[in-house]
């Protein structure tokens, strides 16, 4: 039983290339039309060959139909970008064009230019030009220009321009992709948390996302009128008590529920979870039991739970729902995760829509609880940290939403990992499911009763975690931290995890330090972490999150990533080269917004 994610059903944006050239005839144009339409070329199986969507296909390009020498060629490839769906752009040329009358003047489409770095054609020239234009024009674009002179006629993609096209490609797909979306909120602010203020602002103007909201009583309504498809139901249960071991209770025995509630709860929180999903992407099931209104559900390529308190100090709480769906499979197999943000908090679930649209991957959702420097840990356990843990570690826990994905337990060459769906094997999917066990929640919390994921990430996986956070009169301001998952000694783990609610999944995060700013010790990541939250992403993608956020005009307060990593559009460095950070600030606040 396959249910249609409503991302599938829609065209994936795609990526349109412009190959620009000297318009002169009678000599100049024609002897670069087949070196300008190869480039453009080049650039597209590149890209395609390297980038997927978040269903597996590979992404598509759409080249121009001729070479763009002035206005009326670059109008024909706008109207044909229109037509097919484009949503972000690349300008490639070996030679010199006319800047203005070539360029992409969509506003609101990331847009790159590579400029061929040779020297029988000024390349590099209409680079400089054409950049200088978008800048003068407010339309920010990011210029590519190889390290090393290439002789003319070669159709090789220099390494460091690939990955500048890979790092742009990835970016541009993810701003494309969420635009036109929704996040749902259901419910509404969680026990005071502002995360959990949606904040219309951010999703409309930087994100291009729409808001819906629900109220939690919807999820009672389609509980109790059966609005959900029974067949799945029934499968989705069979398949929990078949692949969802419940651990241990670990409530006082005075007020442990009894088998039977615990039963029905597993009921509710299986009913919950294909109530949010359904809400979420829609099912056409239930266009077929004469429910065509909650078939089509809310185009949410995010949502966001409240849970606490209205619903869990009465209902079962979300966790399984959170759990399973931001896991890459379920009862219908492998699928892309449906992204769900424990608590309602909308920033943190952006830092995972983020996370995920730039990796295809599921994401860890946590609270980020405790700094353990070396000394407290020694003091407790007697154990000194070694390894990438040497300098101390952040203990990342949460009821709720951590992807079971997050259990390391996929591996590329032996090595822990979190794949994209389509590579994660069935062994894998089993491997996840063993190392998690779903305790009965802390009724002391949740007097609703539920379920907890409980499961402990595997050490030495490189994650990246991020978060955005919102201050007023700046807006959003994303921060990130790239680091590894580690492994400690079982009864170093156990003692740590004991003196917290040992029924929630951890991870032990071990930040990359510089030592400078934010990163000049493990405390300090912890202290300069903007709010409750952090979402973990396997891989480091801090560039990635970078060109993204610049992308979206969004400044980053922090990071760890190396300097020539950065890449931003070329009109950030007007606002200064020696003060990266500064210049980031100031031109995110000078263009503002990509969606004004
Ligand atoms: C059960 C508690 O209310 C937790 O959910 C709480 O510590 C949080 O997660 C706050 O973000
Ligand atoms: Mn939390």
Redesign the pocket.
């Known amino acids: 039983m396959t249910i249609e994610n409503s991302r599938w059903s829609q065209e994936f944006p795609k990526i349109g290339i412009r190959p620009t050239i000297d318009g002169r005839r009678k000599g100049i144009r024609e002897s670069l039309e087949e070196q300008t339409m190869n480039m453009a070329k080049a650039v597209a199986a590149l890209l395609s060959e390297t980038l997927k969507y978040p269903n597996g296909a590979p992404i598509e390009c759409v080249i121009a139909d001729t070479c763009i020498g002035g206005v009326a060629e670059a109008a024909a490839a706008a109207t044909k970008f229109a037509k097919s769906c484009v949503g972000v752009s690349i300008t490639v040329t070996p030679c010199w064009c006319y800047g203005t009358e070539t360029m992409d003047m969509d506003p609101s489409t990331p847009k790159a230019i590579w400029g061929f770095n040779g020297t029988e054609r000024p390349g590099a020239v209409y680079l400089a030009a054409v950049l200088s234009g978008h800048a003068q024009k407010g339309i920010p674009a990011f210029g590519i220009y190889g390290q090393e002179v290439q002789d003319a006629g070669t159709t090789d993609i220099p390494h460091d321009v690939q990955e500048k096209l890979v790092r742009f490609a990835k970016a541009g797909l993810a701003v494309a992709q969420m635009k036109g979306k929704s996040y749902l909120s259901v419910g509404s602010v969680s026990?005071g948390?502002a995360g959990s203020i949606v904040n219309e602002e951010l999703f409309q103007n930087y994100l291009g996302m729409r808001n819906e909201y629900v109220d939690m009583s919807e999820l009672v309504r389609r509980i109790d009128e059966v609005i959900y498809d029974p067949a799945e139901y029934e499968l989705a249960m069979s398949w929990v008590k078949e692949n969802c071991v419940e651990g241990p209770d670990n409530n006082p025995a005075s007020i442990q529920t009894s088998r039977e509630k615990k039963d029905q709860d597993w009921e509710t929180v299986v009913k919950m979870s294909l109530i949010v999903r359904d809400l979420m992407v829609g099912n056409p099931r239930l266009n077929e039991l004469g429910f065509g209104e909650e078939a089509l559900g809310h185009n949410a390529i995010l949502s966001g739970f409240q849970g606490?308190r209205q619903w869990t100090d009465h209902f079962p709480n979300g966790d399984f729902m959170e759990a399973i769906l931001n896991t890459s499979f379920d009862w219908n197999g492998k699928r892309a995760p449906y992204l769900v943000a424990?608590?309602n908090?909308s920033l943190n679930g952006v830092a995972m829509l983020f996370g995920h649209l730039l990796t295809n991957t599921a994401q860890i959702f946590a609270?980020v609880?405790t700094y353990w420097s070396p000394d407290a840990v020694k003091r407790v356990t007697g154990h000194t940290l070694e390894g990438a843990a040497a300098n101390g570690i952040l203990h990342l826990i949460?009821?709720?939403p951590a992807a079971l994905d997050g259990t390391g337990e996929q591996s590329r060459d032996g090595q822990p990992v979190m794949k994209p769906h389509w590579e994660i094997t069935d062994d894998e999917v089993e491997k996840c499911l063993e190392a998690t066990s779903w305790r009965p929640a802390?009724l002391e919390?949740?007097r609703g009763g539920g379920f907890s994921s409980d499961f402990l990430t595997r050490g030495g996986m490189p994650v990246t975690m991020s978060r955005i956070n919102l201050v007023k009169g700046l807006g959003p301001v994303l921060q990130l931290a790239e680091g590894y998952t580690v492994d400690l000694p079982a009864d170093v783990h156990k003692t740590l995890d004991d003196r917290t609610?040992s029924t929630w999944p951890t991870t032990w995060f071990a930040p990359i330090l510089t030592g400078e700013g934010s990163f000049t010790d493990v405390y300090s990541v912890m202290d300069n972490w903007g709010s409750?939250?952090g979402a973990i992403s396997y891989g480091h993608i801090g560039a990635d999150l970078i060109t993204l956020a610049a992308m979206l005009r969004i400044p980053v307060s922090m990071h760890n990533v190396a300097k020539d990593q950065i890449f931003r559009p070329r009109v950030w460095s007007n606002f200064g080269t020696s003060d990266p950070e500064g210049a980031d600030y100031r031109a995110c606040t000078n263009f503002g917004p990509l969606y004004k």
């Open positions: 026990m948390i606490q424990t608590e908090d609270d609880r949460n009821s709720g802390s919390y949740f609610d409750n939250h």
